[in-house]
């Protein structure tokens, strides 16, 4: 479906270019910021819209180990000899979780290793305190455990207790990651269990202990299943590898192309003029047959959002917002030469009724393509002889968790209880925990204060 819709567009493009030939380019005061101006958005875009930096520590880590079989049986494990080393190199802090005790062992690398290969089980760990502990503090962590949490007394084995769905939802909510590695294996040669590696971290830090221990993955282990707890969703999004897909007609100018990979910024400039592109796009829009458009022609395509089963949420609405930056950005250039002090702009104005995504190519291929807005008549733009930077926010306005509707995913966080009491039922504890958590509206990435997945920034004509 998505190549065929491609398909379709392209060629009533290029049909639509054969026929009206190359638009003419704005030149003189109209036109967009010249090179030598426009090579400090960088900066400007640094200062106003800064990277949100993580609130964890980076020097250190905490290391919590399960005093249980399934950790004790671990070392003839493929996945856990591959991850071992990334884990002991780390020079966590070691904590043991030996029952209701959780005790600080060492952060000495070759007691941690030790220590590891020594495990002797305890029964009914404390996991939930242990988890407590984590989230109430400023460090990453790795649990090492079965998620089992057994409880002398009537609740026993916690069958349906969504126990840590608190811990996970305060984790999640100050903007962390969560990343689960499910490792399936048959403990004491008679239950099917499984071995999770819950590393708790944060992606805005560089290098993060997530980082350490995937590339610690090589062939040999091979089975198990990755699920990563989130509010951020930007982990979706893919590029077309023409990505940006933009009609010759609007004179992209790949002289002046920022990218992420160069500058830290998407940055694209256009030197056709904006009532050329209201026309050619949308009011006299035809295909390669002559015929009307509706809706008109992407002005911009190329990036997607993908479907990931390990990804707690799905992205099923995105919407644009635009700012408009000249004002601002002018005002920023002039304290630039004049070597003052440069401060962050109070505030952007948003420029409505210029663009909007095609709603309907987005459900069919999930492809964010951006479309000029029917009501687009030029009014919300620059006419005072000044060009149009646009910060162009691609958000996220509707999302849904992917747990409860993958069978193959959470029945990894599902076991048939070995209490005697519950012969022949799933714990279902570990599954719930994280199926409430995600399903708590505050979590879901539509409802946060950042909800911007990708950003174009739009150097563009007077209008």
């Excluded at 190359?22 to 800064?50: H, M, T, Y």
Aim: net charge negative; aromatic share 10%; glycine share 6%.
């Amino acid at each position: 479906m998505a190549k065929s819709i491609m398909g379709t567009i392209s060629a009533g493009m290029i049909g639509v270019a054969l026929s009206v030939g190359v638009l003419a380019s704005c030149s003189g005061p109209k036109s967009p910021f010249d090179g030598e101006r426009i090579s400090k958005l960088p900066g400007f875009v640094q200062l106003n819209f800064p990277v949100e930096g993580s609130q964890l520590r980076s020097d250190s880590i905490d290391l919590y180990v399960d005093y249980s079989t399934c950790v004790a049986e671990a070392s003839s494990s493929p996945f856990y000899q591959a991850v071992q080393p990334a884990i002991v190199d780390a020079a966590p802090t070691f904590y043991s979780i030996k029952g209701n005790e959780i005790k600080k062992e060492t952060n000495d690398k070759q007691q941690i290793f030790a220590l590891l290969r020594t495990i002797k089980e305890v029964n009914n760990a404390d996991l939930r305190t242990a988890v407590d502990n984590i989230v109430s503090g400023d460090r990453q962590a790795i649990l090492l455990t079965d998620a089992e949490y057994f409880m002398k007394g009537v609740t026993g084995d916690n069958l349906n207790n969504p126990y840590l769905a608190d811990q996970f939802r305060r984790w999640m909510s100050k903007g962390n990651d969560l990343y689960i590695y499910c490792e399936p294996y048959l403990e004491s040669g008679k239950f099917n269990k499984f071995r999770y590696y819950m590393i708790f971290t944060d992606d805005r830090m560089a290098d993060n202990f997530h980082d350490r221990f995937r590339r610690s993955l090589g062939s040999s282990a091979s089975e198990y299943k990755m699920f990563h707890l989130s509010n951020k969703a930007g982990e979706t999004l893919a590029f077309d590898e023409k990505y940006p897909i933009a009609d010759d007609n609007l004179s992209l100018n790949t002289d002046s192309r920022m990218t992420p990979e160069k500058t830290g910024i998407d940055m694209q400039e256009y030197m056709t003029d904006w009532e050329k592109i209201n026309r050619y796009m949308l009011s006299e829009a035809v295909n390669a047959m002559g015929n009307p458009v509706p809706g008109g022609l992407p002005l911009l395509r190329g990036i997607f959002v993908k479907e990931n089963p390990a990804e707690a949420y799905r992205i099923t609405g995105v919407d644009v917002k635009v700012y408009q930056l000249t004002p601002a950005y002018m005002q920023y250039l002039d304290s630039a030469d004049a070597g003052g002090r440069l401060l962050p702009a109070q505030a952007f104005e948003e420029v409505r009724d210029l663009f909007t995504v095609n709603k309907k190519v987005f459900e069919e291929t999930g492809e964010i393509m951006l479309m000029l807005d029917e009501r687009m008549d030029g009014s919300t733009l620059l006419a005072d002889g000044n060009p149009n930077l646009l910060k162009v926010d691609f958000v996220v306005t509707d999302a849904k968790e992917t747990i409860s509707s993958n069978e193959e995913m959470n029945r990894m966080f599902k076991w048939q209880s070995i209490q005697a009491a519950n012969a022949g039922k799933m714990n279902t504890s570990l599954y719930e925990s994280i199926r409430q958590a995600l399903i708590n509206e505050s979590l879901n990435p539509k409802n946060q204060k950042n909800n911007v997945i990708y950003t174009v920034y739009l150097n563009t004509c007077n209008l």
